[in-house]
């Protein structure tokens, strides 16, 4: 009897291994946004429309306008931290974790070379609140980015450019130096070492 109960409490944990295992498998992708769908997207997230969140489907969250920008660069024009918090865990729920990391360093691809990712926006802004959620959320704060005149920075380059001219930069100074955060010139010196 005891054998009997032990395979059947074998046979149950397989059964429930292979359920999980197959509700992990990624979506397959859907079908492109038609235009309409787009635009009305792409308006939840310049507006930080909570309604945006109702929005799970790979093809809006993978979507870009036509410079790259995602609904993530968009949602830093007026930034919430409880909406960002919100959709940052939609889209860590809704997108494999190769997919989500490489989304939310998506830099913007323009025409005038500018290259900007969702963490240099929020930086431009000295939000330091919404800086520190993008670093815990897996935003690389070393990335290297170029700017419309084709320099190379990093988002503590802009810092020094706003302290510059004259913007309270010490909060956001902070967050980024406590993440590791380095100017360009300071990665460029690292890798002559090597």
């Known amino acids: ?63 870009k306008t036509s410079d790259s920008e995602t609904c993530l660069h968009l949602l830093t024009i007026s930034p919430s931290l409880p909406l960002l918090t919100s959709y940052l865990t939609l889209l860590r729920t809704h997108l494999p974790p190769p997919t989500y990391l490489t989304l939310i360093n998506t830099p913007v691809r323009t025409e005038t070379g500018l290259n900007m990712s969702p963490l240099s926006w929020i930086v431009y802004g000295l939000n330091a609140p919404v800086t520190s959620l993008f670093l815990e959320a897996g935003m690389r704060v070393n990335h290297v980015f170029r700017m419309e005149d084709g320099r190379k920075v990093t988002v503590l380059d802009i810092v020094e450019v706003l302290k510059m001219k004259g913007a309270e930069t010490e909060e956001i100074e902070y967050v980024l130096n406590e993440n590791g955060g380095k100017r360009y010139r300071e990665l460029e010196e690292v890798n002559d070492d090597l």
């Open 1 to 63: 009897m005891l054998s009997i109960l032990k395979l059947l409490l074998f046979l149950l944990s397989i059964s429930s291994f292979l359920s999980s295992s197959s509700s992990t498998e990624p979506e397959p992708p859907d079908p492109p946004l038609t235009p309409s769908e787009s635009l009305t997207y792409f308006n939840l997230c310049a507006t930080s429309s909570p309604t945006l969140l109702t929005y799970t489907s790979p093809s809006y969250l993978l979507s």
